[in-house]
Each structure stands twice: as C-alpha cells, then as structure tokens.
C-alpha cells in the first residue's frame, strides 16, 4: 500500500497518518507528474497495481478497504482458494521506511518510464549520483523504486543498481 500524497505539505500529511494509525509509504507528488501520468482527475483515487507494476484497476472516492467484500476481492487475486496462487500474485510484505537517499552503484543505469526493462529510457544516471526515493514495489523476484533526480526527472529504477543511504539524524 502506498498513498501518494498530491501537491500537500508534508507536515500535514505526517499529522493525518498518525491521527490515523496508518504506517505504509506515502511519497509526496510535489510537482504534480505521478497524478499526470495516473490521469488522476479526482481524489482519493485508488489503482490495484500488478505484480509487473501495471494499474489493472481503479476505484475513485473514498473506500472502506477493511470491508468484506474488499478483503474477498483481494483474497481472490492473491490466490485461488486451490492452495496456488494466481499468475503475478502480489507478494505482501511489511511496510519498511523508504530510505532517505539512494545511491547509483555504477554509471549508465537508465531510469525508466515504468518499472520494466523494456519501458521507455528517459534519463541516464553517473556512478554515485544521488537520488530521493518516491516509492518502491515489487513483484518477479525484483523490486524497483520510484525515484526523483537532482534535474528533477521522476521515474523507476532496478532496486539492486542502487544502494540505500540511511542518513542518521
């Protein structure tokens, strides 16, 4: 679960999580391009994101995500009821804290427009370039974070061509 916060202050966002009692990642779309590139046209929204990192659903409004129903539809996806699970399952995993910095392992790691190998290029990257992480998923056995550059080009790169920065405060 992560709840991607559009154009909000910080310090509000913080404020309305822990009123809440929720602890999942929640990036900030300062500028405004992820609910672009989501075509978001009213919030809350909500997209159901594939093992490969693709919407194949969305709910606009507001939801109880703790009813019935949803934890039915949801059971379902993940598995069958055989004892298998379905084709690109979605793994669940605790909610971790996104690093403060990520860190480029090697020059020419490209960032892509979607969280595939295949998707489109749009920035290349230099061995220890620095970058803020938005978001991370996973699924097939990688995982891939959403991240923003210095020039300020948001997009995905491979988890393992980065290395974590956990700055102490």
């Known amino acids: ?3 991607v916060n559009q154009r909000e202050n910080p ?4 404020k309305f999580m822990k009123t809440h009692g929720l602890n999942f990642a929640t990036p900030l ?3 405004g391009r992820v ?3 989501y075509r978001v046209y009213g919030i809350p929204v909500t ?3 594939d093992g490969n990192g693709q919407p194949i659903g969305m709910k606009s409004g507001p939801r109880d995500w703790a009813a019935r129903d949803v934890i039915e539809a949801f059971r379902k996806l993940i598995g069958d009821g055989t004892g298998r699970s379905m084709a690109g399952s979605v793994g669940l995993e605790p909610s971790v804290p996104l690093p ?3 860190r480029v392992k090697t020059a020419g790691i490209v960032v892509r427009a979607q969280q595939d190998a295949q998707s489109e290029a749009i ?3 230099e061995s220890g370039e620095e970058l803020i992480p938005l978001g991370k998923v996973s699924g097939a056995g990688e995982f891939w974070y959403m991240i923003k550059t210095k020039s300020g ?3 995905w790169v491979r988890g393992a061509e980065v290395e974590e920065i956990r700055k102490v405060k």
């Open 11 to 14: 310090a509000l966002v913080n």
């Open 153 to 155: 080009t948001i997009g």
């Open 1 to 3: 679960m992560v709840a």
């Open 29 to 31: 779309d300062t500028d």
């Open 123 to 125: 920035n290349k990257l």
């Open 35 to 37: 609910a672009a590139s």
């Open 47 to 49: 997209y159901l994101i």
């Open 100 to 102: 403060n910095v990520l």
